[in-house]
Every structure is written in structure tokens, then in C-alpha cells.
């Protein structure tokens, strides 16, 4: 399967997955780094008010993976995604 494809599968997964276990907000922010770098590449938006913990948490969940190559990015978010689907 090609990667995009298997890559947007997973993010659809994720992101309609209700039942239980519910992913962790460490792994939703690992996830969200790892989504936004795949998509768009290094980050491209200021830092949000340190006041706002939510935008802050992504903003340096992204912004950790800073150089990472965008098809390394998105390989490594289809191995997560399907090691969380293999939990369930």
C-alpha cells in the first residue's frame, strides 16, 4: 500500500477511534507533532501565548521534530498508529 494512502487511513483511524482504550494526551501530542510535520513540514506559525496550555502543548509537540524529513515523519506516524491499533 502506498504510504500516503496507509498514512491517511491511520489518521482517519485515529481520528474516529471512540471506543476504549482512549489514546493518552502524551501520545495525542506525539501523534499531533508527527502529523503536522508529515503534512506541512517544520513549523510555520509563532508560538502561542504560554497562557494557553492546549496550543502551547502542540505548538511544542510540532516544533520538536524540527529537520525531521516529512516521509520520515510520515512513516512514523503509521507505525504508531498501527502499534495503538494493535493494542486494542
Sequence with gaps: MEQLQKF???ASFLK???????PSNQFKL??????KQAT?????????NPLD?????????????TA???QVAMQAYI????AFKAQL
Aim: aromatic share 8%; net charge negative.
Design 68 to 70: 525531521m524529513d516529512c
Design 79 to 82: 507505525d504508531e498508529a498501527l
Design 8 to 10: 491517511n487511513e491511520m
Design 53 to 65: 496550555m492546549i496550543a502551547s502543548a502542540k505548538f511544542l509537540a510540532w516544533q520538536k521534530l
Design 30 to 35: 506525539k501523534m499531533y507533532g508527527l502529523y
Design 40 to 48: 506541512l513540514g517544520n513549523v510555520s506559525i509563532d508560538q502561542p
Design 16 to 22: 474516529d477511534h471512540k471506543t476504549k482504550p482512549q
